[in-house]
């Protein structure tokens, strides 16, 4: 074991050595509401139409390496013009990679504090001078006078903006974006993982920003499992991106289901009405809830603060009750003491927030 351990020091790079692996909770049966999925199945008639398509795919080929089909079916669903180009990645945890793996050896990346955790998960595996800029605490809004302090400073390369924001829900002032747009030396990205629950967006301003580029994924919107995002900006940026894009990247059962899916879309519609529908009856129930502060949301999850008590104990009781949410107790501030939770089906928010109150409930008792 000595000399594998000797052996791994020898060959990697230090700060790969003393990172820490991207965790996944195991959820078998569970009521999983940790991970931001489109908690509704497809009916029966349309998995059969889709096993269908399936049956055509020659898998003993290579799929086509631009997903011509596919791309065309975001281009026109997106309304994308054709002055502007898209890259399809495997998720778009690919497409963060690939921006990152451009840029010269420890270039300065910027996102705010707290976002997405692969913007500086990937950073750091790249050996990249990652910049995490503090939101503000009572809001979770972007800090914009620090940030474009920040910008000055720093002068990074990529700024990442969620909109809406993980893990915090809500969508940073249009202007203040725009702003720093303006201001940034380098690319600005702009993820848009969560809009298939809010209409705003910034898709229709790439053509106004030579470095402004718009990145998505079905992930949310019910296709979590096939794995595909999607980046939007001027040509120039997408062509120098696609020369280290690895070839055949997006298999071909994806491009296959994604695009059979698309051209279905009204079921994801009407998925996507019934969690924002939830999503409002949950809100509503975590603030009645006195023992709780809780957040604006305009994605598929609500991110709450336990108030004057343990969240890791209320983390924990409701693991105990077979319901599994996303801990972020041990974050330092603004998230200190915060749990979130996916925005799931009626029965599953049902039965989380009874969880909920048995816990408080026993809490009062033993008090």
Not at 36 to 43: A, I, K, L, S
Not at 54 to 61: D, F, K, Q, V
Not at 144 to 162: M, N
Request: glycine share 4%; with cysteine; net charge negative.
């Amino acid at each position: 074991m000595k000399t594998i351990e000797k052996l791994s020091t020898a060959i990697f790079r230090k700060n790969i050595l003393e990172m820490t692996a991207y965790q996944v909770a195991e959820a078998d049966g569970f009521i999983k509401l940790d991970a931001m999925e489109n908690p509704y199945g497809w009916p029966n008639e349309l998995t059969e139409a889709w096993l269908k398509t399936l049956r055509n795919c020659e898998i003993n080929r290579y799929p086509d390496p631009d997903a011509r089909h596919l791309s065309d079916k975001l281009r026109e669903m997106n309304e994308i013009p054709t002055e502007l180009g898209i890259l399809l990645g495997n998720g778009s945890d690919e497409i963060i990679q690939l921006l990152l793996m451009a840029l010269p050896p420890t270039a300065p990346v910027m996102a705010p504090d707290p976002s997405f955790v692969m913007y500086k998960q990937i950073s750091d595996g790249l050996d990249l001078n990652f910049h995490a800029i503090p939101l503000q605490e009572n809001n979770f809004e972007l800090d914009l006078p620090r940030f474009i302090q920040s910008i000055k400073e720093i002068k990074p390369k990529i700024i990442f903006l969620a909109y809406p924001n993980n893990p915090t829900g809500n969508l940073f002032n249009t202007s203040d974006i725009q702003e720093i747009i303006n201001q940034a030396p380098g690319l600005v990205i702009i993820d848009e993982a969560y809009a298939p629950f809010t209409d705003a967006t910034f898709m229709s301003e790439i053509s106004d920003f030579d470095n402004l580029l718009v990145m998505r994924t079905v992930s949310k919107l019910g296709l979590a499992g096939l794995r595909l995002g999607y980046l939007v900006g001027q040509n120039e940026i997408i062509n120098q991106l696609n020369k280290i894009r690895l070839p055949y990247n997006i298999n071909v059962l994806t491009q296959v289901s994604t695009l059979f899916a698309l051209s279905n879309y009204a079921i994801f519609e009407q998925q996507t009405q019934l969690i924002c529908q939830e999503r409002t009856a949950l809100m509503q129930a975590l603030n009645n809830i006195p023992q709780l502060e809780v957040f604006p949301s305009d994605a598929n999850f609500i991110l709450f603060r336990v108030l004057n008590q343990s969240a890791d104990a209320l983390f924990t009781f409701l693991k105990g009750q077979q319901v599994l949410i996303k801990s972020l107790a041990h974050h330092d501030a603004p998230l200190t003491n915060c749990l979130r939770v996916t925005v799931g089906k009626k029965e599953e928010n049902r039965i989380f927030l009874t969880a909920l109150s048995q816990y408080f409930s026993r809490l009062n008792q033993e008090n």
